[in-house]
C-alpha cells in the first residue's frame, strides 16, 4: 500500500463500488412479472436522457411508474440504513449497535401504526412514523444525557424507550379492530416496498439525501469517534458537535426509511460488519462502501420479494434470511472483526 | 513560560476529599516535568485538569499566558498533544491510520488528509524509528510499539506542548529507555514536556522539573533533585528509600531503590522515622573560591558533625574536603544535594552499614 493512500480504497474497489448500485438496480428493472429484455429498458432509459426511440407505452408504464421509484426506494433505504448502522456502530464503539439503538425505529413503528388505527392515509402514516422517531431520540437523549455519562448511559436509555415503544405497539395492536387494522399493521411493521410511489418518496427521500450527503463528507472525521474518550476529545475538533450531528443524521435516516417502508431489519447491521470485514475500519473507505453495498443488497432484496411468489414477502423476512447465512460464512472465512 | 498551572484545586464532584489543593507550577519552553505520587495522589487527575479536560474548581491553568479554557478547541490540540496510556487505545486502525488522526487539528473539518499530512505520518514514523510497523494493525503490536505509535500520533499534530499519561508503565526495560529517550530527544528540540510516572529514578534521570504529589492533596513542585528526595518519597509514598549514583563510563546515573514499608506513624509524621547513621561525605571542589561557600555551607549542619579535614592539592588544581557526620539519613541527603548543586563541586556520601546488616563471616 502506498503511504498516499491511508484508508483508501483501491482503484479496483472504487470502481467496483461505484458500478454496483447501477448495475443491480437495471437488472432488478427487467425482472418482474412482466420481464422486459434489458435492451428494452436500456432504450426507454436513453429515450428519457433525449434519444429519440420509439417506446411501447405499456413496458413504459411497467417500468417508470411501477418499478423504477421501488428500485429507487429501495437503493435509498438499503443505503440509508447501513450508512446510519455503520454510523452508531462508531458512535458507541459497539458492534451491535444498529440503526435502534436509540429507539428511533421502535418509535417510528408506533407512529406508523398509531396512524392506522387512527384510520390515517399513507401519507400520515409516514408522517406520524418521522414524528415518533424523533420523539423516541427525543427522550432517549433526555434520559441518558448528564455530565460525566458516558455513550453507555445512552444505550441503555435507548434500548429502554425502544421496548418501551415496542409495548405501545403491541398495546395499539391489541385495540385494533382484528379484521382490517391488525392485518395492515403486522403486515405494515414487518416491512414493505410496496407503497412505493413518487409522492412517498418525496416526503421521504430528502431526508435520507441529507443524511447521507453529511455523513459522507464527514467520513474521514467520523473516525475519531470509537477512540477513547479523552484522546477524541484532544484531536481538536469538536467531539460533542460531532456525535450530534452524527446521531441527527443517522436517526434522521432511520425515520425516513422506516416510514417509508416499514421495519427493515438486519441491513443496519448486516452491510456495515460484511464492509468492515473486506474494506477495514476506516471509515473513509467504509462509508462509500455502506452506501454502495447497502443499496445494491436491499434492491436485491427487495426484487427477490416482489418475484418469488405471487404475494410480495415481507422484507425483514428476506434481510435475514439472505443476510443471516452469508453474514456467518463471511464472519468465519475472515476471522472474526472487531471495533 | 510555556505552561503554568495557578491555584489549581479540583474535587470530584460527590466526593469529600479535595484531590488536588493549590497547585502551582511553571514551566519553560524544552522543559521536562515529571509527576510523581502514590496510586489515587491524582495524576492523571492533574493532566487532565493541567489541559483543560477537566475543569478547575478553582485556578487557572495557561498556555503562553493564555488561559487554556479560553484558546478555541483547534488552536489549542495544535499547540498541546494528549498521549493517553497505550492500554485503552481502539485497535481497529492500521499503524498509519492512527497516526494520521494526529492531524485532526491540521485541517478543516471537511477537508480530507492531503499528500503533505501523509508525508508527516511518513516523516514522524521515520522520526520514532517505528516505519517497520507500516501497515500493522494496533491491535497486532506489542505494548512497546503501540506507545510509539501514540506518540507518533501526537507528534503528527505538531505540537509544542506534549502530554503523556504514564508513557512508560507496562513496558519492558529496553521499551521504557525507548520511549525515555524520545520524550528526552524531542526535550532537547525544545518541545515541553509532561508526564506521569510510577519510576521516581525516571523523574530523577530525566526531568528537570518534579511535581510530588501525596494522597492529603498536597504537593512539591522545584527542580527534581530538590523534589525527589529520600525524604520526601519517604513522606508522599510511605516507603523508605534510597537515592543512590550508579557510575558508568559514560555517565553517572541517579536512581532510586525502594527499601521498606515505613511505619503507619512514619508516613504521617515524614521524618520522625528517620534513622541517625554515621556518614562520610567526600567533596571535591574544583575551585578554590568555593572552599568558602562549602565552609559556610557545612557550618550549618555543625551539629551533626563530629569531624572534618581538607586537604588542597595544589598541583590538581583541587581542594579535597572530608567530612564525617552522625546525622538523621534525610539531613545527610540534604546536604549532599545542597553540595552538589555547586558548581565544580563533586560530592558523594558514604553510609556506615549497621550491625545487623554486616556481611557474615
Redesign the interface.
Known amino acids: 500500500m502506498k503511504r498516499a493512500e491511508i484508508g483508501r480504497l483501491s482503484a479496483r474497489a472504487r470502481l467496483f463500488l461505484l458500478i454496483l448500485p447501477p448495475l443491480t438496480a437495471l437488472a432488478a428493472l427487467c425482472v418482474g412479472r412482466i420481464p422486459l429484455a434489458p435492451v428494452e429498458v436500456l432504450r426507454s432509459v436513453a429515450a428519457h436522457l433525449g434519444a429519440g426511440y420509439e417506446l411501447n407505452a405499456n413496458t413504459e408504464q411497467v417500468l417508470w411508474s411501477m418499478r423504477f421509484p421501488r428500485i429507487l426506494l429501495a437503493l435509498l433505504t438499503g443505503a440509508g440504513l447501513a450508512v446510519s448502522g455503520c454510523a452508531f456502530q462508531s458512535l458507541f464503539s459497539n458492534p451491535l449497535a444498529t440503526p435502534d439503538t436509540l429507539g428511533v425505529a421502535s418509535g417510528s413503528c408506533f407512529g406508523a401504526a398509531l396512524a392506522i388505527l387512527i384510520g390515517w392515509g399513507i401519507l400520515g402514516v409516514q408522517a406520524l412514523a418521522l414524528v415518533f422517531g424523533v420523539v423516541a431520540l427525543g427522550l432517549s437523549w433526555l434520559a441518558g444525557r448528564g455530565r460525566g455519562r458516558g455513550m453507555n448511559t445512552i444505550i441503555l436509555a435507548g434500548i429502554m424507550i425502544g421496548s418501551l415503544f415496542t409495548a405501545l405497539v403491541s398495546l395499539v395492536k391489541f385495540v385494533a379492530d382484528t379484521e382490517s387494522q391488525l392485518p395492515a399493521i403486522t403486515y405494515w411493521l414487518m416491512g414493505s416496498l410496496n407503497s412505493a410511489s413518487y409522492t412517498t418518496l418525496a416526503m421521504g427521500a430528502p431526508l435520507i439525501l441529507i443524511g447521507l450527503v453529511i455523513v459522507y463528507l464527514l467520513r474521514w472525521r467520523l473516525n475519531i469517534l470509537p477512540l477513547p474518550e479523552d484522546e477524541a476529545r484532544t484531536s481538536g475538533v469538536s467531539l460533542r458537535g460531532l456525535r450530534i450531528v452524527t446521531i441527527l443524521c443517522a436517526t434522521a435516516m432511520t425515520a425516513a426509511c422506516v416510514s417509508m417502508c416499514g421495519q427493515v431489519g438486519w441491513v443496519g447491521l448486516l452491510v456495515p460488519h460484511i464492509c468492515r470485514m473486506r474494506f477495514g475500519s476506516n471509515h473513509l473507505s467504509l462509508v462509500p462502501a455502506s452506501v454502495s453495498l447497502g443499496a445494491a443488497f436491499m434492491v436485491v432484496v427487495d426484487t427477490l420479494a416482489r418475484t418469488l411468489t405471487a404475494a410480495s414477502i415481507p422484507i425483514s423476512v428476506l434481510t435475514a434470511i439472505i443476510g443471516a447465512p452469508f453474514f456467518i460464512l463471511l464472519l468465519r472465512r475472515s476471522g472474526g472483526w472487531e471495533l | 513560560m510555556m505552561l503554568s498551572v495557578e491555584n489549581g484545586c479540583y474535587k470530584y464532584?460527590k466526593s469529600e476529599r479535595q484531590i488536588l489543593k493549590d497547585i502551582c507550577f511553571e514551566l519553560d519552553e524544552g522543559q521536562l516535568l515529571a509527576i510523581l505520587g502514590p496510586n489515587g495522589a491524582g495524576k492523571t487527575t492533574l493532566l487532565?485538569c493541567v489541559?483543560g479536560?477537566l475543569k478547575w474548581e478553582k485556578g487557572v491553568s495557561r498556555l503562553e499566558g493564555r488561559d487554556i479554557r479560553r484558546i478555541p478547541?483547534?488552536e489549542?490540540?495544535?499547540t498541546?498533544?494528549?498521549v493517553?496510556q497505550a492500554k485503552?487505545?481502539?485497535?481497529?486502525?492500521?499503524t498509519?491510520?492512527m497516526i494520521?488522526?494526529?492531524r485532526?487539528?491540521?485541517f478543516g473539518?471537511?477537508a480530507?488528509?492531503k499528500?503533505e499530512d501523509?508525508d508527516v505520518?511518513?516523516q514522524v514514523m521515520e522520526r520514532l524509528h517505528i516505519q517497520h510497523l507500516?501497515?500493522r494493525k494496533c491491535?497486532e503490536i506489542s505494548g512497546g510499539e503501540l506507545q510509539m505509535v501514540l506518540i507518533a500520533k501526537a507528534l503528527a499534530?505538531e505540537p509544542r506542548v506534549l502530554v503523556l499519561d504514564e508513557p512508560e508503565s507496562n513496558l519492558d526495560f529496553r521499551n521504557q529507555l525507548l520511549i525515555l529517550d524520545a520524550i528526552s530527544s524531542l526535550t532537547a528540540e525544545g518541545m515541553t514536556c509532561v508526564f506521569n510516572t510510577h519510576y521516581p529514578a525516571h523523574a530523577l534521570q530525566r526531568a528537570d522539573r518534579a511535581l510530588l504529589l501525596s494522597r492529603d492533596g498536597g504537593f512539591r513542585f522545584g527542580p527534581t533533585a530538590e523534589v525527589v528526595t529520600e525524604a520526601h518519597i519517604e513522606q508522599a509514598f510511605g516507603v523508605k528509600a534510597v537515592i543512590g549514583e550508579i557510575e558508568t563510563p559514560d555517565r553517572v546515573l541517579r536512581d532510586v531503590i525502594p527499601l521498606s514499608l515505613s511505619s503507619e506513624a512514619a508516613a504521617v509524621t515524614g521524618l520522625a522515622a528517620d534513622r541517625r547513621s554515621i556518614a562520610a561525605i567526600a567533596v571535591i571542589a574544583h575551585d578554590f573560591a568555593r572552599a568558602e561557600e562549602i565552609n559556610s555551607l557545612l557550618h550549618e549542619y555543625g551539629e551533626h558533625v563530629i569531624g572534618r579535614m581538607g586537604l588542597p592539592y595544589r598541583p590538581g588544581g583541587v581542594h579535597v574536603i572530608t567530612v564525617t557526620l552522625d546525622a538523621p539519613a534525610s539531613r545527610v541527603q540534604e546536604l549532599v544535594t545542597r553540595l552538589d548543586r555547586l558548581p565544580g563541586v563533586s560530592v558523594k556520601a558514604t553510609y556506615a552499614k549497621d550491625k545487623e546488616e554486616a556481611p557474615i563471616g
Open positions: 464532584p487532565r489541559m479536560l478547541n483547534r489549542l490540540w495544535q498541546v498533544a494528549y493517553p485503552a487505545a481502539a485497535a481497529i486502525y492500521t498509519e491510520e494520521l488522526l494526529g485532526s487539528s491540521r473539518l471537511l480530507q488528509p499528500e501523509m505520518v511518513r507500516a501497515g491491535s499534530a
